[in-house]
């Protein structure tokens, strides 16, 4: 009986005016990302930034390991700005903007998964951590 009691709970529940809002939103694609953020910089080739589709541009840098473009990225590199400039920017959508712009290069890099995720996060730390040993060093 207690069961029956969780099952018709949960479903009204759900049935509530505001009920799917409480969910997280949905991730943006990478080419969204690109469009809303990265474009300003990557459309032109602002500061050295590669633009979108050209390969004599990504090249060294897609020489990296996905993970590890990912995180320098992420966390500033260059005269990049961390996150790209848009501090609420998830993660994992930076991620798949970086996926994406690599596509356009030639790259055969895929959406992050889980697994990715986590070699990414590792990476953010390792930058991280080489970021604060050189500004210790100034």
């Known amino acids: 009986m207690n069961t029956l009691y969780a099952v018709i709970f949960a479903g009204t529940y759900a049935l509530l005016p505001g009920a799917a809002s409480a969910q997280a939103p949905a991730l943006k694609s990478g080419e969204q990302v690109y469009k809303e953020t990265c474009v300003a910089c990557h459309a032109t080739g602002v500061l050295k930034a590669p633009k979108l589709g050209d390969k004599k541009d990504w090249g060294p840098l897609l020489k990296e390991p ?34 994406h712009m690599a596509r356009a290069a030639g790259a055969r890099w895929q959406d992050p998964n889980a697994a990715m995720m986590k070699q990414i996060q590792a990476a953010e730390k390792k930058a991280l951590d080489k970021k604060a040993k050189e500004k210790n060093k100034k």
């Open 66 to 99: 996905q993970a590890v473009l990912t995180a320098d990225g992420w966390v500033g590199v260059r005269d990049m700005p961390a996150k790209g400039g848009k501090p609420d920017l998830a993660l994992e959508e930076f991620a798949r903007a970086v996926a």
